[in-house]
């Protein structure tokens, strides 16, 4: 079966540092991978795709993220994080199987400090 | 502007009291399908459509109904809620394959 992990409840990241939110996943087939913004009520904003092509993928508010398919994961990444930043984010893959179906992890809380 | 649109955005009722969450979208896609968001959980998708008068179950299809009669129109039925229907539920919708999906606001449904 399909399915999508993010191993952290929360990230927390000072302002002005890097950041990493991590995913992992597991697909048959080649893996259409998201990630998703949330903020308090608020519905979810795409950040970025990857479906082919290049590894690194580059998404809105100068949020990227990293495939790598030895490891089976699709890191979001953030050079310097702002306040603004935090949210609840959420990584997902697209079925392409049966249903096309988003199938999403259970979301990780990203708190950045001032 | 595109936008998926679902109305109301916050919902209190009681136990057995027929609702239903309406859902629009203007982007003219073909696929559109509701989750429910629960803490710890994620969203799981309830039902999905594939194109006009074709839907199917989700995940968690129990205690809900949904129509496609329309292309942009994809309301959420539910016949007699209970308390475990209580949740945050999204409508979304997209083209077919490798697009991204599109969110509506999010209706906050409390059942009592």
């Known amino acids: 079966a399909q399915s999508v992990a993010q191993p952290e409840d929360q990230v927390n990241v000072a302002e002005g540092n890097p950041l990493t939110v991590k995913c992992t996943y597991s697909?048959?087939?080649?893996?259409?991978l998201f990630w998703y913004v949330q903020y308090p009520n608020r519905g979810l904003q795409f950040l970025l795709k990857?479906?082919?092509?290049?590894?690194l993928v580059k998404g809105s508010y100068g949020f990227e993220a990293e495939f790598n398919k030895s490891q089976t994961s699709f890191h979001l990444k953030k050079p310097s994080a702002l306040v603004s930043d935090s949210a609840l984010y959420f990584c997902?893959?697209?079925?392409?199987?049966?249903?096309?179906?988003?199938?999403f992890g259970t979301g990780t809380l990203l708190a950045v400090q001032p | 502007e595109a936008q998926v649109t679902q109305n109301p955005r916050y919902l209190i009722t009681v136990t057995g009291k027929k609702l239903t969450v309406t859902c629009s979208q203007n982007?003219?896609?073909?696929?559109m399908s509701w989750y429910r968001q629960d803490p710890g959980l994620g969203l799981r998708q309830i039902y999905y459509?594939?194109?006009?008068?074709?839907?199917d179950k989700g995940d968690v299809p129990e205690g809900y109904k949904v129509s496609r009669k329309e292309k942009r129109n994809f309301p959420l039925i539910l016949e007699s809620p209970s308390p475990n229907q209580t949740s945050l539920y999204f409508c979304?919708?997209?083209?077919?394959?490798?697009?991204?999906?599109?969110f509506g606001q999010g209706t906050r449904l409390t059942v009592v």
């Open positions: 982007m003219n896609h073909e696929y």
């Open positions: 459509s594939m194109n006009v008068e074709v839907t």
């Open positions: 990857y479906i082919t092509g290049d590894n």
């Open positions: 997902a893959v697209r079925d392409l199987a049966a249903t096309n179906k988003l199938i």
């Open positions: 979304a919708s997209s083209f077919i394959r490798n697009t991204e999906a599109f």
């Open positions: 697909v048959s087939g080649n893996p259409y």
